[in-house]
């Protein structure tokens, strides 16, 4: 079992930058950033892969940047230029899968085994 705990959610007005955690209670391959936003469907965000792939939602790309710190296993998402419609509750998960798994977390929005509680960020114009 893997715990996963997010932090750093907040309000901040458009345009401006937040930057989520998600602390893993171990290393896991494939991690990633979902998020869900009232009445609409959870979507993969942003997921990093063995330490190296990475892959964007389109709707992000530009201006969230994801990492990982291996020396403690946490992963960020840097979210710069925020809309409005980055509004929404925030999900870090994790799972032990291959590349083309990893990727469709957010290609495909497919769920991944283990899931954080979430962190709401808010975004006003």
């Known amino acids: 079992q893997v715990q996963l705990v997010e932090s750093g959610g907040g309000s901040v007005q458009a345009g401006g930058s937040l930057r989520l955690s998600c602390a893993a209670s171990t290393y896991i391959k494939c991690m990633a950033w979902f998020r869900q936003s009232p009445g609409k469907e959870r979507e993969g965000v942003a997921v990093f892969y063995g330490g190296t792939l990475v892959h964007y939602a389109d709707s992000v790309k530009g201006r969230f940047t994801i990492s990982l710190d291996n020396s403690n296993n946490t992963l960020y998402l840097q979210m710069d230029s925020l809309k409005p419609e980055d509004t929404a509750i925030y999900y870090c998960?994790?799972?032990?899968?291959?590349?083309?798994?990893?990727?469709?977390?957010?290609?495909?929005?497919?769920?991944?085994?283990?899931w954080g509680q979430g962190t709401r960020v808010t975004v006003s114009s």
């Open positions: 998960a994790a799972a032990s899968v291959n590349w083309d798994s990893c990727y469709g977390a957010v290609a495909d929005n497919r769920a991944l085994n283990y």
